[in-house]
């Protein structure tokens, strides 16, 4: 056993018995390779990764690889999801040298850390060819070496800069939101639903803004690209069809062939897209997606304290995807002959397969309707026939080996997950999502929250050990505001702000109006990073923004408004072209140029009149209230004996309202 064995990391604890004297990173790590003057050699990836565990089973078991990487080689295994800010560091640097990503990514650098090559998955001759090539070059080039990684690591800060506009300089925001659809059409896959072709990516920020977007202009060909999208998805074999849930993204472009691992990120995002969906539309599919894709989070990915656990891993079996797919033959002969018949012909299965050796994955093309007209069924027994072969499925499946969990709890991703839950409660009224939600806010609250208001980033075993990073305090100051905003209990707007002000002392630069992805307190790598776009998790600076916006509004701040419209304006040039990679800049500046509306309910029954107001698909809206006032902007709105809503925009409200369908009468009449 390496010194992985006592990672609190289930993915470094799966090599914690490679040959390799494999280190965490850290000083040490570092120290020891200067000490011994030996190139770093760092392996990045997580535990729901395929190809890790193919150049774990192939390679770092491997006697001789592991022997050559010992002895001239400092070796750090690191997991991508507890250190995303070194992940992202040596992610760049394979892309500069590759042009393209992955993992696992192997990067190699000087004691120093700064990389001077990198790659991905190697076979094994492949590996120790390479190793070979790179130990010749630290002892006989060692300048070279030094001059590319120099130039490397001057190209990757580069790439944090972006040109910084004058805060007077006056900016036609209402211009470019307006323009903004025009310039993501190209992006859309009109025909197969979702952005640009294989692989596909749910994406699920982007999409969220068009529906929000759709929301004030009422494009038809924009509302049915959304509903292209999520249905394709829905259908698709990215979905579990079986037991909920989606799978990170799909290899092909029509959605039916997914990768296979389940990540917490991914599914807390697109319960949020999927009830903002259901809201706007009513749409009963999407409904379905909800309750099913929540099933299966409470089946697997929660423990006892309604803290939810980071992923499942593609392989079982030592394959990908073995527990999720099947054999025409063996679904004829496991399942009695009519459900058998349905089962292929709903589900699409061939001979052929659509997967490796003969077998095929889940999806459909065809709706209750569509079904029942071919096969000359009515639309009772074919609901009847989808859920006898759903659970004749899952029950078969079950008897299965399982993909391991990785059972490590994220801030960051937990807070996505607990926006997941607060708008599934929105959309669909079932008291449980509410419940759910108040105890993950109560567990990362008392679990990872320090007593100054930092941040831990992981939790297992009742221990966290690594301190949180920029995504993990604006996603979860972001999710207790949303709370906030709908129980009006005070306590999670409290956090809420304080964790935001901890940010502006050690994560805010006032040099370019930003926040970096570390604190002021860690030690730093030798560049300094900001996240700026959306990828699989929103932007965290974008997350910031919306965050500090609507708090200088319920606390009357202008020193927050005035930070995050200085932000949206610095990336304001960089909305317009790029697509669903800025969908969350995009959102808040849709909410800036809304008349950034804010509904204020002070009574007895506020959260009765709440609800029911949350429950219309209102995007550009704050939401603020109580039985008394507890915060600045609800002062003097108290009515003695009866419930008032205010409907407030640019430091206006409107006279005290009392009922649900004048509000909303208003509201319209603004929008127009």
């Known amino acids: 056993m390496n010194q992985l064995k006592n990672a609190s990391s289930p993915y470094l604890q799966q090599h914690a018995n490679n040959p390799v004297h494999w280190q965490e990173w850290g000083n040490d790590a570092l120290e020891k390779a200067k000490s011994e003057n030996k190139p770093l050699l760092i392996s990045i990836g997580y535990a729901a990764c395929h190809w890790c565990h ?22 750090i295994k690191i997991d991508r999801e507890e250190r995303p800010d070194v992940d992202q560091v040596y992610m ?40 070979k090539q790179i130990t010749q070059l630290y002892e006989n080039e060692f300048l070279k070496l030094v001059d590319e990684a120099y130039e490397l690591s001057q190209n990757i800060q580069k790439q944090q800069l972006l040109p910084l506009i004058k805060t007077d300089e006056n900016i036609e925001l209402k211009n470019i939101y307006l323009n903004l659809f025009a310039s993501w059409k190209g992006r859309i896959d009109v025909l197969r639903g979702g952005f640009g072709g294989a692989p596909k990516f749910p994406l699920p920020v982007g999409w969220n803004f068009l529906l929000e977007y759709y929301y004030n202009h009422k494009d038809e060909t924009l509302l049915k690209s959304i509903n292209n999208t999520l249905t394709a998805m829905a259908l698709g074999g990215i979905y579990d069809q079986i037991g909920g849930g989606f799978a990170r993204y799909s290899v092909d472009a029509y959605w039916r062939v997914p990768h296979f691992e389940k990540m917490l990120y991914d599914n807390g995002q697109l319960i949020s897209l999927y009830a903002n969906a259901y809201i706007a539309t009513k749409n009963p599919l999407y409904k379905k997606v909800i309750i099913q894709t929540l099933e299966f989070i409470e089946r697997e990915l929660m423990n006892t304290s309604c803290g939810f656990y980071a992923s499942l891993n593609a392989d079982s079996e030592g394959e990908e995807g073995t527990f999720y797919v099947f054999t025409k033959d063996e679904i004829q002969q496991n ?54 072969s759903t659970k004749a499925l899952f029950n078969y499946r079950e008897k299965r080996i399982r993909p391991t969990t990785d059972t490590k709890v994220l801030t960051s991703w937990n807070a996505l997950m607990l926006q997941g839950y607060i708008d599934a409660y929105r959309a669909l009224n079932k008291p449980e999502y509410l419940e759910i939600a108040i105890k993950n806010a109560n567990f990362l609250t008392e679990n990872q929250l320090k007593n100054d208001f930092s941040l831990w980033r992981n939790f297992k075993d009742d221990t966290s050990s690594i301190d949180g990073f920029l995504e993990d305090y604006a996603l979860l100051s972001e999710a207790l505001l949303k709370l906030y905003q709908l129980t009006f209990n005070q306590k999670w707007l409290g956090f809420c702000k304080e964790i935001i002000d901890y940010c502006m002392n050690h994560f805010y630069d006032s040099n370019n109006g930003l926040f970096t992805y570390t ?16 990828n699989v998790i929103p932007s965290s600076n974008a997350v910031m923004a919306h965050v500090l916006y609507r708090l200088g509004l319920l606390y009357d701040d202008e020193k927050y408004i005035s930070i995050a419209k200085k932000m949206l304006n610095q990336m304001t040039p960089q909305i317009s072209n790029s697509g669903p990679y800025a969908g969350k800049w995009a959102s808040l500046l849709g909410f800036a140029i809304n008349g950034d509306t804010t509904i204020a309910i002070v009574g007895k029954e506020c959260l009765d009149l709440n609800l029911q107001l949350q429950n219309e698909f209102l995007p550009f809206v704050l939401y603020t209230g109580g039985t008394h006032e507890a915060i600045p ?16 925009q640019h430091n206006t409200c409107s006279k005290p309202i009392f009922s649900i369908k004048e509000a909303l009468e208003l509201l319209n009449n603004s929008k127009n």
Not at 346 to 370: A, M, Q, R
């Open 54 to 75: 193919v150049m774990a089973r192939e390679t770092f078991m491997n006697e001789d690889a592991a022997a050559f990487m010992n002895a001239h080689f400092v070796c």
């Open 92 to 131: 760049e640097a394979v892309q500069a040298i590759k042009g393209s990503g992955g993992w696992p990514l192997n990067a190699f650098a000087l004691p120093n850390g700064k990389p001077f090559y990198a790659g991905t998955y190697y076979p094994t001759q492949k590996w120790i060819s390479l190793l």
């Open 335 to 388: 399942f009695e002959v009519k459900l058998a018949h349905f089962i292929i012909e709903y589900y699409h299965f061939t001979d052929e397969g659509n997967w490796e050796d003969f077998k095929n994955t889940l999806f459909t093309t065809y709706t209750v309707k569509s079904f029942s007209e071919k096969f000359n069924l009515d639309e009772f027994s074919v609901k009847e026939l989808i859920k006898k």
């Open 519 to 534: 604190s002021n307190l860690s030690d730093p790598l030798y560049v300094k990073k900001y996240e700026l776009f959306d």
């Open 633 to 648: 902007f609800l002062k003097g709105k108290c009515i003695e004996g009866k419930t008032a809503i205010y409907i407030c």
